[in-house]
């Protein structure tokens, strides 16, 4: 495993102590506000150890966005305090703090927010709605005017994290929400210079990474890491396929940034539809990106051997992971020492007091379906 934890050097010369990530997971543990919780700060106390890019879940950039239960905020200049916390407490572990931006978009909850949610269109398909309980019938499309706001709010986000002391931000354009909305032609029907062709539908996306950058050429900051995080595909018909991703790819290629992210379930997944069907993800990706920006994959690791394959199969720079961390709050540790039998692979309900877990994120462990955590059962106690 000793590769995992040597150090690499990004584009922009900063040195990551290890290759080990933390993927952005959304804790649903931080104070009605945004506001760090106690909870919140435990379980961050014991999370970065061993870990090169520890990257903080979902912080919304405008109160519109707000999409999780108790998520943390970029808003205003009430939010540094907590911020510059979170990203103390995962900097005195020895891992770099980078704080992932978000907008829920269409996917925005009126119910956490009080604002009605925001996209790009409102005229697609009922079914995404349904499945996620949803009523389309309150979801406001955004006006030019209203998508340049927002691209600053992007911008201001960026700069509250630079105050806070956070490494670097990741921009949040992945799982369906606002970035992914405009770039997909299943949820942007616009015909203006915000839709209409590929191109005018990365256009909200690429403006956000400009400003975004901006900010670090503001703050003379070249140190400061940027990175993006995307899903490579979507199932619908007429979504986005792996000739859209490689094409914002290259696009974002031309742009100052550090790396990014994959967003996927499983870190070998094939290619479904479009450029190198039927191969890796990441390779066909990787391919691209390879001496230009480092690539973060993740999906699906848990075991030691999980670690291992990933990390000698060469399809990233980068190798992340959610679950595990969740699971092992000593995971780099445990890693790091060859300890991997030591590794949690299922949880333990009676047994809570073992994971630093705050309420929230406990009660989704054990709900969850779609993170398939495995369960002890009292007999295996």
């Given at each position: 495993?000793?590769?995992l ?19 952005p ?12 919780s ?15 890019l520890?990257?903080?879940g979902?912080?919304?950039?405008s ?9 943390p ?11 510059r ?5 995962i900097?005195?572990?020895g ?12 996917y925005?909850k ?32 955004l006006t ?15 700069e ?9 931000v ?25 839709g209409?062709s ?16 901006k ?36 696009a ?13 379930s ?14 890796e ?5 990787h391919?691209?990106?390879?001496g ?31 679950i ?26 009676e ?10 994120l ?5 709900t ?7 369960k002890?059962?009292?007999g295996?106690?």
């Amino acid at each position: 495993m000793s590769n995992l934890f040597e150090k690499i050097v990004l584009n922009n010369n900063v040195e990551v102590p290890g290759r080990l990530v933390v993927a952005p997971l959304t804790l649903s543990s931080s104070n009605p506000d945004g506001g760090i919780s106690n909870e919140e700060r435990e379980y961050l106390k014991v999370r970065a150890t061993g870990v090169g890019l520890y990257i903080l879940g979902a912080t919304a950039v405008s109160q519109e966005g707000i999409t999780f239960l108790t998520q943390p905020r970029a808003l205003s200049e009430k939010d540094i305090p907590s911020l510059r916390e979170r990203a103390n407490i995962i900097k005195s572990q020895g891992a770099l703090a980078i704080n992932q931006i978000h907008h829920g978009g269409l996917y925005a909850k009126k119910m956490y927010s009080g604002v009605s949610p925001v996209g790009p269109s409102i005229g697609f398909p009922n079914e995404e709605f349904q499945k996620r309980n949803l009523d389309p019938s309150i979801i406001h499309e955004l006006t030019s005017e209203e998508i340049k706001k927002i691209i600053e709010k992007f911008a201001y986000a960026t700069e509250l994290s630079l105050k806070s002391g956070f490494d670097g931000v990741e921009i949040h354009g992945a799982n369906n929400f606002l970035l992914q909305q405009f770039y997909s032609p299943y949820t942007n029907h616009r015909n203006d210079e915000w839709g209409g062709s590929d191109e005018k539908r990365m256009k909200f996306l690429l403006e956000i990474v400009d400003a975004v950058c901006k900010i670090k050429e503001k703050y003379n900051r070249p140190d400061f890491i940027i990175g993006y995080r995307l899903s490579p595909e979507e199932p619908y018909e007429n979504g986005i396929t792996m000739n859209e991703t490689l094409k914002f790819v290259r696009a974002l290629l031309n742009k100052p940034i550090q790396f990014i992210h994959i967003s996927q379930s499983n870190y070998f997944q094939k290619v479904h539809r479009g450029e190198g069907e039927g191969q890796e993800r990441l390779k066909i990706i990787h391919n691209e990106t390879k001496g230009k920006v480092s690539l973060i994959g993740v999906g699906g690791l848990r075991t030691e051997k999980d670690f291992i394959f990933a990390l000698n199969s060469g399809l990233s720079e980068f190798i992340g992971t959610g679950i595990a961390s969740i699971l092992n709050r000593d995971l780099g540790i445990l890693l790091k020492e060859g300890k991997g039998d030591k590794i949690n692979l299922e949880l333990d309900p009676e047994h809570p007091e073992n994971y630093v877990i705050p309420k929230n994120l406990w009660n989704k462990c054990l709900t969850y379906e779609k993170w398939n955590i495995p369960k002890k059962s009292k007999g295996n106690n």
